[in-house]
């Protein structure tokens, strides 16, 4: 298992940039797949974005973040950053890190992910 400590949260207007991140540590990094979650009141934690552990062309978007959010990581600093452009106030949630060695947990099965972080509040006022 890995530990994650996300960062970054806060409440901004819409239509302005945020930057989540999430500092892993206990476990081999660059092992694991990672993932961005979110979860507003009231309802399900769902899925944001996805991406493989070296990165590059492998990442994966929910359709109503697809062209405003971006996932990155920086395997040498054991960090996984979430992007937010043109957030808008439905993007208002608790924003969860999380990360498996199974890439298909963190894409279709979040039941089944091995390690989540503590989450941070993000709010977008319109």
């Known amino acids: 298992q890995v530990h994650l400590v996300e960062s970054g949260g806060g409440l901004v207007q819409a239509g302005t940039s945020l930057t989540l991140n999430c500092i892993a540590s206990g476990s081999t990094f660059s092992s694991h797949h990672m993932g961005w979650f979110r979860q507003a009141p009231g309802k399900e934690r769902e899925f944001v974005a996805s991406?493989?552990?070296?990165?590059?062309?492998?990442?994966r978007y929910a359709e109503s973040v697809k062209g405003r959010f971006a996932i990155s990581r920086d395997n040498a600093k054991n960090v996984v950053f979430l992007q937010m452009d043109y957030r808008r106030p439905e993007d208002t949630a608790a924003y969860y890190c999380?990360?498996?060695?199974?890439?298909?947990?963190?894409?279709?099965?979040?039941?089944?992910?091995?390690?989540w972080g503590q989450g941070t509040q993000v709010a977008v006022s319109s």
């Open positions: 991406i493989s552990r070296f990165g590059g062309e492998s990442r």
């Open positions: 999380a990360a498996d060695t199974t890439l298909q947990d963190i894409i279709e099965d979040l039941e089944a992910i091995n390690s």
